[in-house]
């Protein structure tokens, strides 16, 4: 199970900074999970201002 962005995302960054296997990208108007890549660490939901990750 990977982490995935919703629309509430305000695109600013914070997640994609402390994603620790960079898998967060910026995508057209929501930034971006590669499901591949995360490891569910939950760092991305703990950062983000408007709790726009979550488990998918
Ligand atoms: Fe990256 Fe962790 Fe978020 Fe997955 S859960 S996208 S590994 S910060
Ligand atoms: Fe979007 Fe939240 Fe990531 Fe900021 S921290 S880019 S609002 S998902």
């Not at 600013?12 to 995508?27: L, Q, R, S």
């Not at 939950?42 to 709790?51: E, F, L, N, Q, R």
């Amino acid at each position: 199970m990977a982490y995935k962005i919703s629309e509430d995302c305000i695109m600013c960054g914070a997640c994609a900074d402390e994603c620790p296997v960079n898998a967060i990208t910026e995508g057209d108007g929501v930034y971006v999970i590669d499901a591949d890549s995360c490891i569910d660490c939950a760092s991305c939901a703990d950062t983000c201002p408007v709790g726009a990750p979550s488990e998918a």
